[in-house]
């Protein structure tokens, strides 16, 4: 079975500055993905970004990018510049591909960060 | 991305009786719907996974039978609370996916109270 975990429950950065959180995970397969979803107080989950395991490089969007560590099974999120917007509670997730077991994802704990002004 | 609709997004009802959430995939077809329930402060638990035309895979220690799951047609899923208890209250959240996506897309939840 997999698991994820995210060891930071709460986090605050200033606006424009950067601030990472933490995921790391646990699987036996070598072929899976990796996600990072934003969930605000409206409580819509929002993917923020992706990352397939087999690519080396790490995936990036805008503001956002990740710090993708297959050997040591960790995949961090870097929020440059943050946002008043970007205050939310963070998920990272895992799922193994489509064919394996559909887009069942296993979530981590959260982060609950605050962009403060 | 694919659009997914939940509703109702909030419902009170009363101890004992039951309540439906229906998730609809607007744009695309869902092979695939999950059921997500969610406490709050915490992380998102997955319930059930519901394939179009087939009963639905329900995870270790979900009741199949208090957490009805219909996913009759390809662009609607239901989840039925049957017989709701406070305990039931909890945001219900759910996913769709189709053969063409590359990742599910998500509903935007429905809180539930059961008084």
């Known amino acids: 079975a997999q698991t994820v975990t995210q060891s930071q429950p709460e986090m605050s950065v200033q606006e424009a500055e950067t601030v990472t959180l933490s995921c790391t995970y646990d699987?036996?397969?070598?072929?899976?993905?990796l996600f990072w979803y934003k969930q605000p107080p409206s409580r819509q989950m929002i993917l923020v970004i992706r990352?397939?395991?087999?690519?080396?490089q790490n995936a990036t969007e805008n503001r956002f990018s990740v710090n993708f560590q297959k050997a040591a099974k960790s995949f961090s999120l870097k929020i440059s510049d943050s946002q008043l917007g970007d205050t939310a509670m963070y998920f990272c997730a895992f799922t193994l591909p489509r064919e394996t077991s559909g887009s069942r994802l296993t979530f981590g704990e959260g982060t609950q960060l605050t962009v403060n002004p | 991305g694919a659009v997914v609709s939940q509703h109702p997004s909030r419902v009170i009802c009363k101890s004992g009786t039951s309540v439906k959430i229906e998730c609809r995939s607007l744009?695309?077809?869902?092979?695939?719907m999950f059921w997500y329930r969610q406490f709050p402060k915490k992380s998102l638990m997955l319930m059930a996974t519901s394939n179009e035309g087939s009963k639905a895979t329900y995870e270790q220690g979900v009741e199949k039978d208090k957490f009805l799951i219909n996913h009759a047609s390809l662009t609607l899923s239901t989840l039925t609370v049957t017989s709701a208890h406070p305990e039931d209250s909890s945001f219900y959240i759910c996913?769709?996916?189709?053969?063409?996506?590359?990742?599910?897309?998500f509903g935007q939840g429905t809180r539930l109270t059961v008084v």
């Open positions: 699987t036996s397969e070598n072929n899976y993905y």
């Open positions: 996913s769709a996916e189709g053969h063409l996506n590359t990742e599910a897309f």
């Open positions: 990352q397939e395991a087999y690519k080396q």
């Open positions: 744009d695309f077809q869902a092979t695939t």
